[in-house]
Nanobody, 121 residues
Framework: QVQLVESGGGLVQAGGSLRLSCVAS????????MGWYRQAPGKQRELVAD???????NYADSVNGRFGISRDNAKNTVYLQMNSLKPEDTAVYFC???????????????WGQGTQVTASS
């Protein structure tokens, strides 16, 4: 019903920048919050940043001041600008969206397939 497709991951040297994008498509009536999570090997998935439909943002302490989340509601797209990347930012980054579909008024959580981000020291 709803698909999230991420792009923009890759390998970068520590101190470098990357920009992730995530496009939602399918039977979408409305998208509420959108966010980025990450999961490093052997660790639990954790919230990196999220953004409400009105543009209010929330960041993990570990990325605050270095990462910026934004969204384009007309394009059903969320972005994550990552600056001053550190080796500890290395993880698979997942996009998440809370979506009300055209077939239901229930809000459901959808996930992308993930994109690898590697910051080398």
């Amino acid at each position: 019903q709803v698909q999230l497709v991420e792009s923009g991951g890759g390998l970068v040297q520590a101190g470098g920048s990357l920009r992730l994008s995530c496009v939602a498509s399918g039977s979408i009536r409305r998208i509420n919050a959108m966010g980025w999570y990450r999961q490093a090997p052997g660790k639990q998935r954790e919230l990196v940043a999220d953004i409400s439909s009105g543009g209010s943002t929330n960041y993990a302490d570990s990325v605050n001041g270095r990462f910026g989340i934004s969204r384009d509601n007309a394009k059903n797209t969320v972005y994550l600008q990552m600056n001053s990347l550190k080796p500890e930012d290395t993880a698979v980054y997942f996009c998440n969206a809370l979506v009300v579909t055209n077939t239901s008024w229930v809000t459901r959580s959808y996930w992308g397939q993930g994109t690898q981000v590697t910051a080398s020291s």
